[in-house]
Nanobody
């Protein structure tokens, strides 16, 4: 069935960069919106960025200028490039997919298991 698997997380020093990857399987996601979220301990899940099926990206103001979302439909992959990481970016990062071609919100249809990002000072 549909599966999203994140990778690329790890420990990084403040100011460093990471690129998270999300591999989608069990279907073709080229016609669907994709997104990244994160959740830190004791916090609610936080929207980071979404990219529509046509490649239009929206990045939350909280990380705009540091994070960028992209997709490679030929590979069924979506990426989150994170630059200038801060300790407060420490969280589990989740990939999500929507049945809609464009969607901004929290009601995505498919979710990955998450990948841990830890930023040290």
């Amino acid at each position: 069935q549909v599966q999203l698997v994140e990778s690329g997380g790890g420990l990084v020093q403040a100011g460093g960069s990471l690129r998270l990857s999300c591999a989608a399987s069990g279907g073709t996601f080229s016609g669907h919106a994709m997104a990244w979220f994160r959740q830190a301990p004791g916090m609610r899940r936080e929207f980071l960025a979404t990219i529509s099926a046509r490649g239009s990206a929206i990045v939350d103001d909280s990380v705009k200028g540091r994070f960028a979302i992209s997709r490679d439909d030929a590979k069924n992959m979506v990426y989150l490039q994170m630059n200038g990481l801060k300790p407060e970016d420490t969280a589990v990062y989740y990939c999500a997919a929507s049945r809609a071609s464009a969607y901004v919100g929290y009601d995505y249809d498919y979710w990955g298991q998450g990948t841990q990002v830890a930023v040290s000072s």
